[in-house]
Nanobody
Framework: QVQFVESGGGLVQPGGSLRLSCEAS????????MAWYRQLPGNQREFVAR??????HYADFVNDRFTISRDNDKNTVFLEMNSLEPEDTGVYYC????????WGQGTQVTVSS
């Protein structure tokens, strides 16, 4: 059974930083492109960033603020988020890309003063 366990979210002030982690089980992520997605309040889940074997791709709203990375040995994907804005508040998930599997619980990110 494929599972993703996201962590690292929390409450941060505008301009602050967070580092999200996502540990996968039931699959070996080395075989997949991996991505972070998010669901903002009242919105559908949307794409944030994707990492392949070497390539990386970001949604336009990222504006060079986030960095996605992966550690295949640890079966873990990371999202370093800087210059956070209140508009980034939401639940963040990781999954395979472009065809996501079952979703984990996500990790809540709240940006507020």
């Amino acid at each position: 059974q494929v599972q993703f366990v996201e962590s690292g979210g929390g409450l941060v002030q505008p301009g602050g930083s967070l580092r999200l982690s996502c540990e996968a089980s039931g699959i070996s992520i080395i075989a997949f492109a991996m991505a972070w997605y998010r669901q903002l309040p009242g919105n559908q889940r949307e794409f944030v960033a994707r990492v392949g074997a070497v390539s990386k791709h970001y949604a336009d709203f990222v504006n060079d603020r986030f960095t996605i990375s992966r550690d295949n040995d640890k079966n873990t994907v990371f999202l370093e988020m800087n210059s956070l804005e209140p508009e980034d508040t939401g639940v963040y998930y990781c999954n395979t890309a472009p065809n996501p599997r079952s979703w984990g619980q996500g990790t809540q990110v709240t940006v507020s003063s």
